[in-house]
């Protein structure tokens, strides 16, 4: 009897914990299913072409906490942002332990005042956070804490005034730290204790004075530095000599007034070096001996007067040198010379050389693919002036009122003719032109008459020569766009009273104006079926471009390629984000290198 009590009350037991175990599947089940539909009304929330899953809110006009709450758990990528006008007013409020998988965070324009006690405590999966354009005024080594492979930390454009020594000591992963334009005037020491790791570090932006070398002795690892607009006067080159891997230094829009001839002598493995916009008299006598690696070169905005006949020895990698906009009116070919070989981007814009000079300089550096002679008060250009090898050239703002087909170097592809004296173009120009990659035109005085507009007057619509470019004459149709000029607009070359007087004339006219009207029957016709066809190409443009910003951020890019930075032409690394997918690159790239010797 008891026994039997006993066995219905095992099986109920049973029955029980079954029918429990159940529920509980249905339940997780539930939970799981409607997590995956899970999405905050104001985001949108999908999947990135790299199979990531993603939650974007950019529509702004969001308050309060971030609505974690509403995401789904299996988050890889969140975004936050918000349109100019209209930011966030968000905090971070330690909410994301529960995303296990999140690799992502930006959280910009949203107001954010701090980052909060250790909000990503319990999610050592992120690798990149990014806190850009917010009112962050400072930071705390708490704020960091748990964030143990974090590679990638932006926080440009806030208000940070002071970091503490030690602030970013729990973040040993770090590869890339960007603090542009925050109100920063000083590195304390150890500022970067712990971060041994460091490739890219950017600084641009805070006044600094002077960057006390004592904080670069917890990077030297460093690849990439760079502080623009920081104030400096001078650098104490004991930083250079910390950091023997410096690939990319970018010391623009200071004041340094001096550079010493030995001032680069430890940066061994400089590729790309930035000093424009600074205020240098003179390159000294083999200021860049230790550069064979230097690929790029910007002097530009400074008051070079002087580029001494050695300045540029042993720069024997160089291919891209701009001394524009300086205070030169004459350089020795020897001063060339060295990077005559390697030298495929020359920019000498702004400068005092006459014709002669310009013609010395393109006869030495016979490689040069890619010149700048803007603002040289060219008047004329000479049959055979610029060589024939080169693609790119930019003639803005000189003083040219006509130009011949024939002195374009035969295999240009992109011309800028803008800021010149140009009233019209011969037809064999036209043509020319119409077959290069890009071509400017803007800012000339343009005549809009029928017989200036020569041979694209039929197809103002349909070529691209014209966009964007206004007429300056005659004056009825200033500041009018030409290539939406109506063709019945177009006044005669000659006054119309004249024209009446001879009145022999009179049948040609009255013929050309019944071949004008005629023509534009044709080209209303041409207009409207290829407006048809550009509404088809606009909805695809469209989706292109979606696709485009979606992959945006999922977009791999190798920057760091067997210990250097590769990089290419122009450079610019200003805009280059990290992924995920180049950490792994980043790590084999450090083990590989050597250990800091032959410096
Ligand atoms: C952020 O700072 C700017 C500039 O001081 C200020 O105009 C704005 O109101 C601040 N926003 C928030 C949310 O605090
Ligand atoms: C150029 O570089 C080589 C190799 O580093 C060096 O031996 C040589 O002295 C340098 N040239 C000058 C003029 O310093
Ligand atoms: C040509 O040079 C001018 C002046 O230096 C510059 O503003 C412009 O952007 C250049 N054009 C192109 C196409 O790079
Ligand atoms: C030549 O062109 C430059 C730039 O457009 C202009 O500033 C200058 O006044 C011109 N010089 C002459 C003599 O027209
Ligand atoms: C046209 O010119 C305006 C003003 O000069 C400029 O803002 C705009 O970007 C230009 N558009 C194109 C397509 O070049
Ligand atoms: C083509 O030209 C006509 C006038 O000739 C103008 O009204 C129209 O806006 C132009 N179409 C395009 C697509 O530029």
Redesign the pocket.
Known sequence: MLRQVWRSHKYLWTELSVSCRMLWWLLLGLCSTSGVALCPSMCQCGVTSKGRRKVQCVEGGMTEAIPTHEMDAGTEVLEISAPAGDWNALSISPTFQRFKRLEEVHIRRSGLTQVGMHPFWGVPSLKLLDLTVNNISGVADHNFRGLVNLVELNLDDNRITSLQSGVFKHLTELRILTLQRNLLDELVPRLFLKLGKLHMLKLSGNKFDELNPEVFKDIPELRVLECRECGLRRINTQIYHLLPYLSHLDLGDNQMQFIASDEFRDLKRLHSLKLDGNQLPVVLEHTFVRQQELKYLCLARNRLAKITNTAFVNLSSLADLDIGYNKLDRLEMQALQPVADTLERLVISGNAFGPNVIRNILNTVYNVRELGVAHMNLRHIPKGFFPERVRKLNVSANNLTELESGSLPRQLLELDLSHNDLQRLSESLILKLEDLHAVSLGSNPWSCRVCDLSSIIFR??RTNLFRNVTCAAPKPLQGREI?????EDLPGCKPPSQDAAKTGRLGLVVGFASLVSFSLVC?TFA?CS??RR?ARDAVQEQKRLAELQENALDRPIAIFAKGEISFKFPLDLTERKVEVSTIDEIKKDTQSLPNGTGI
């Not at 290539?483 to 063709?487: D, K, V």
């Open positions: 103002l619509n290539s939406a000029l109506h063709l080209v207009v290829c407006m550009r």
